[in-house]
């Protein structure tokens, strides 16, 4: 079916919280904080439906970006598990079967590079998933060996608690996935009640459409101005958190404040930066599903200056260890 192409059949309220759904929070909170503020006593039939209406889907959305945020915490708790056990992995687990090894077999020999046919750096570097599976790969080797059965068996304990922090994180990956699916879905549902309104509101003050802006916040629905500028940006996960670089607009410079919103959480850090530059923040323990909401720069007095407009081709350097 083809889009109607006229201004009164677009859903702003659709449209102005596309990708950011704390907005849309705003937005439903001061809709139903003003239309109960004009319900009156007795109360106003057109009021008490479009408060009937609208204050579910609220109620729906705001539980649902909850859930996302409870669901993006646990993710966050069960990353630090397995990060964790791959760091005791590094520093202490391989270093100690090497040197367990290396009592009865001396590096270089046919023996020890059966076992460890590349030294430690499959353990300590590469994708988690590939030193996991390192891991189990040394525990198949060592039954080779029957003078190395304890260790064997420490080995392959070890692996199993990887692969259960392992298991789990994707676990917790998939909920957030689902979490923010219903999120974005309770978003729409709002957004189309709130239209409905409008429509209902418009149809009550025909003859004085000035009234409408008692019922909803015209700024919040506006958004940034279409004026404002934009500038480039990307994000690259980092352990736990996020790395975004982005590129500093014309007219902006000194002290900024950059600002990250996903889901119902809003980040900010400030720093100092000149017109043109390629700026790098990073936001330590923060999960990202699908991609950033919205990124923005903002004077000392918390005037919007510009928004970001994600640009992949951005390099995003990689934290250091």
Not at 135 to 158: E, H, I, M, Y
Not at 265 to 280: C, I, M, N, R, W
Request: charged share 20%.
């Amino acid at each position: 079916m083809a889009h109607l192409n006229w201004k009164y059949a677009k859903n702003m309220f659709l449209t102005a919280t596309e990708e950011r759904r704390p907005l849309m929070l705003r937005i439903g909170a001061d809709h139903v904080a003003k239309l109960t503020a004009k319900l009156g006593s007795p109360a106003d039939p057109d009021v008490q439906v479009c408060l009937n209406r609208v204050q579910p889907l609220f109620d729906a959305f705001q539980l649902a970006m909850v859930v996302f945020d409870v669901r993006s915490g646990t993710r966050k708790g069960q990353t630090e598990v397995l990060v964790d056990l791959l760091k005791e992995l590094t520093a202490v687990r391989v270093p100690q079967w090497d040197i367990t090894v290396q009592g009865t077999f001396i590096a270089g020999t046919p023996e020890y590079t059966q076992i460890f046919p590349n030294g430690r750096g499959p353990f300590q570097s590469g994708q988690q998933d590939s030193r996991i599976l390192a891991v189990q790969t040394l525990g198949q080797r060592l039954a080779a060996f029957p003078a190395f059965a304890s260790l064997k068996t420490t080995v392959d304990a070890f692996h199993a608690s990887l692969n259960a922090a392992r298991t789990t994180q994707q676990g917790t990956e998939g909920q957030i996935g689902a979490a923010s699916d219903a999120a974005e879905d309770a978003r729409v549902a709002l957004a189309v009640g709130l239209y409905a309104n409008l429509g209902r509101l418009m149809e009550k003050h025909a003859a004085d459409t000035d009234e409408l802006g008692g019922y909803f916040e015209i700024a919040l629905l506006r958004g940034a101005a279409p004026s404002l500028p934009t500038f480039g940006f990307n994000w690259q996960p980092s352990g736990t958190g996020v790395n975004v670089a982005f590129v500093v607009p014309a007219g902006v410079s000194g002290s900024v404040t950059i600002v990250l919103r996903e889901g119902a959480v809003e980040l900010s850090t400030t720093a100092s930066v000149s017109p043109g530059e390629t700026k790098q923040v990073t936001w330590p323990n923060v999960t990202i599903v699908d991609d950033v909401d919205e990124v923005l720069l903002r004077d000392a007095s918390g005037t919007d200056l510009a928004r970001g407009d994600r640009d992949t081709a951005i390099p995003v350097t990689p934290a250091g260890p």
